[in-house]
T-cell receptor, first 112, second 114 residues
Framework: DQQVKQNSPSLSVQEGRISILNCDYT??????FLWYKKYPAEGPTFLIS?????DKNEDGRFTVFLNKSAKHLSLHIVPSQPGDSAVYFC???????????FGAGTQVVVTP | ETGVTQTPRHLVMGMTNKKSLKCEQH?????MYWYKQSAKKPLELMFV?????RVENNSVPSRFSPECPNSSHLFLHLHTLQPEDSALYLC?????WGSGSPLHFGNGTRLTVT
């Protein structure tokens, strides 16, 4: 039973525009959320995280928004750059439990 | 230098073979993980070691056998695998066991079982 879902397998966006990636979860006990980025032939790399006590976290061009009531989080990339073309995974977990659940990923392609 | 090194990068093995995947982390982390990534599927947690003790075995078949001889090294021993075990196997480490610590992944071993 998949507790973290990324319903868009792919996203194409023009360079300079905003990329919005979405993630939904079902377990209300999740209290920590992370986004990872993966290039081909490489492992995922940590991008940004947010805890359930916040609704927004920003790091440079990357902002993660959390809507606990809707069990939804999103990642905004502004402005999008060609180097952002990668697969993005969202993950969620419970601090006291120690296991992360991952979504299936969204392939982002940034076009010139 | 990713901090987490996996060898080999690619492995092709027959169903009767025995092979091992190796992972080494240079980050001083206390927890190490094995994940499996099949095509178009979420990453699946297989095993977790915290301070060299196995703390999680996520219903993984016994043909996969992990070993953690010290906090820097993690192995995954493979024997009598099935073709459906073909996948990308990712090792990761984190400062401590818990979702508050971001995972640092290696580049993975692409395994093909023939």
């Amino acid at each position: 039973d998949q507790q973290v879902k990324q319903n868009s397998p792919s996203l194409s966006v023009q360079e300079g525009r905003i990329s919005i990636l979405n993630c939904d979860y079902t377990n209300s006990m999740f209290d920590y959320f992370l986004w990872y980025k993966k290039y081909p032939a490489e492992g995922p790399t940590f991008l940004i995280s947010i805890s359930s006590i916040k609704d927004k976290n920003e790091d440079g061009r990357f902002t993660v928004f959390l809507n606990k009531s809707a069990k939804h989080l999103s990642l905004h990339i502004v402005p999008s750059q060609p180097g952002d073309s990668a697969v993005y995974f969202c993950a969620a977990g419970e601090d006291s439990w120690g296991k992360l659940q991952f979504g299936a990923g969204t392939q982002v392609v940034v076009t010139p | 230098e990713t901090g987490v090194t996996q060898t080999p990068r690619h492995l092709v093995m027959g169903m009767t073979n025995k092979k091992s995947l190796k992972c080494e982390q240079h980050l001083g982390h206390n927890a190490m993980y094995w994940y499996k990534q099949s095509a178009k599927k979420p990453l699946e947690l297989m095993f977790v070691y915290s301070l060299e003790e196995r703390v999680e075995n996520n219903s993984v078949p016994s043909r996969f056998s992990p070993e953690c001889p010290n906090s820097s090294h993690l192995f995954l021993h493979l024997h009598t695998l099935q073709p459906e075990d073909s996948a990308l196997y990712l090792c990761a480490s984190s400062q401590d066991w818990g979702s508050g610590s971001p995972l640092h992944f290696g580049n993975g071993t692409r395994l093909t079982v023939t």
